[in-house]
């Protein structure tokens, strides 16, 4: 961080910035935005906070998009039909833990006082550059620490999705998450069983896609209790390294994964590829292009996944892969569909229709898998001939 960093806050969301201004309505820029760039990484979308309500911010632009009127955010569109978010100055009144309840009609620091981390509660004001920082945000983001804004108990109750938050903004910058906002996760995890599985899973998702330390965001979930609640496992594996793929990272982890996935309210595909996944085998029997086609043949379309949790577990590549390449840059059969025979060829040699062509083709591609050399149609299809009863 440099020492008197100046936001540059793009054209488009400056020119709303000060289209507000210039109708009265004080407007900061805020929440991830001015974070990311006061610790010099690639921001994403600028927001805005504003004096301004919602109904005053959609009548000073042409453009705009109820997005979250509930929560004072309208979209407002740039020239180039790109949506930018203006949120009013609110404060939550009431809370049960999962949804708030906002008034509107505050100042800019109860606005930064209902934010979750000092990290998160910075302004800037690119008219008048100058920052608003009541937390100290900026100090905790020089010093690499996440801290809850005011009472960290009072905050995690209000929304326990925070504490899962909290994890997130440590695993994603390698930060410490100070003293008593860490305590105060720990007493509470067992009130995240109250979010909903949709929050929770788009958090791991986020956390671990993100992250500059997966194995720090695990190790969070895990020491915090979290992971008791929604990650249910029968072992744990101590992993290398996580990479930033949440399912195969998350089954690198804790097994079996797919009650977890279901748990989270997975889709079916992603429940399905949990289910593959544990079921293997994680790797072939030995390293040899014939042992990599039978397994391939047997795990495919998710090799790749147990390729890749074999070496988060382990930290190198999985010995098999350089057999599991070779057989993929040889085109070796392994499914039924990479057979030089097909089920009507099997018909027009006299087999009945029936569940004995599958019992056939099956038959022939073990032969094929085998003996890759073995995949002709006409050697197959004197094999089947011989096959052929009587
Ligand atoms: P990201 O880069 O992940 O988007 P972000 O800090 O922008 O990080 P958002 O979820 O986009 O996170 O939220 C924007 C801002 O809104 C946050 O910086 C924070 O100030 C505030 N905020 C978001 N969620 C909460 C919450 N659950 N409780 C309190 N404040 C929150
Ligand atoms: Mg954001």
Same mark, same amino acid.
């Not at 201004?21 to 690639?42: H, M, N, Q, S, Y």
């Not at 550059?129 to 996440?146: C, H, K, Q, T, Y």
């Not at 025979?341 to 569940?355: F, M, R």
């Given at each position: ?225 979290? /992971?008791? =609640?929604?990650?249910?496992? &029968? ?6 390294? +996580? *990479? %930033?793929?949440?399912? @195969? ?116 591609? /073990?032969? =094929?898998?085998?003996?890759? &050399? ?6 197959? +299809? *004197? %094999?089947?001939?011989? @096959?052929?009863?009587?």
């Amino acid at each position: 961080m440099s020492a008197s960093p100046v936001i540059t806050v793009p054209r488009p969301v400056l020119a709303i910035q000060q289209r507000l201004e210039a109708a009265g309505f004080e407007t900061w820029c805020v929440g991830g935005a001015v974070r990311d760039a006061l610790l010099e990484i690639p921001q994403s979308d600028v927001d805005l906070a504003t004096a301004a309500t919602p109904v005053q911010v959609r009548d000073l632009f042409a453009r705009t998009v109820p997005v979250g009127i509930a929560h004072g955010t309208v979209g407002v569109l740039d020239p180039e039909g790109v949506l930018h978010e203006v949120t009013t100055f609110r404060r939550d009144v009431t809370t049960d833990g999962r949804h708030a309840v906002v008034e509107f009609g505050v100042s800019l620091d109860d606005d930064l006082a209902r934010r979750d981390f000092t990290i998160n509660a910075i302004a800037w004001h690119p008219g008048r550059r100058e920052f608003r920082d009541p937390f100290n945000g900026r100090a905790d983001l020089e010093a690499g620490i996440v801290r809850a804004v005011g009472d960290p108990d009072a905050r995690f109750a209000e929304d326990r999705l925070r504490i899962l938050r909290a994890f997130r903004f440590a695993a994603r910058f390698e930060f410490e998450i100070e003293s008593a906002t860490w305590e105060a996760a720990v007493r509470q995890a067992p009130d995240t069983m109250y979010l909903s599985a949709e929050r929770v899973r788009e958090e791991w998702w986020k956390g671990i896609s993100r992250a500059c330390d997966g194995l720090l965001l695990a190790r969070l979930w895990e020491e915090s209790g979290v /992971a008791k =609640v929604w990650l249910p496992a &029968d072992h744990t594996t101590i992993c290398h390294h +996580l *990479d %930033r793929e949440p399912l @195969a990272a998350l089954a690198s982890w804790r097994q079996p994964v797919e009650p977890i996935l279901r748990r989270l309210k997975c889709s079916a595909v992603e429940i399905a590829r949990g289910r593959a996944i544990d079921r293997g085998p994680a790797g072939p029997s030995d390293v040899t292009l014939l042992a990599a086609r039978r397994w391939l043949a047997g795990v495919e379309p998710f090799a790749n996944d147990l390729l890749r949790i074999h070496e988060m577990r382990t930290g190198v590549p999985a010995p098999w892969m350089a057999p599991v390449v070779a057989t993929r840059l040889y085109g070796h059969p392994l499914h039924r569909s990479d057979l030089a025979v097909t089920g009507s060829d099997l018909i027009a040699l006299g087999l009945p229709p029936g569940p004995a062509i599958g019992t056939m083709l099956d038959a022939l591609l /073990a032969h =094929v898998i085998d003996d890759p &050399d073995a995949n002709d149609r006409h050697l197959l +299809l *004197d %094999r089947a001939r011989e @096959a052929l009863p009587e």
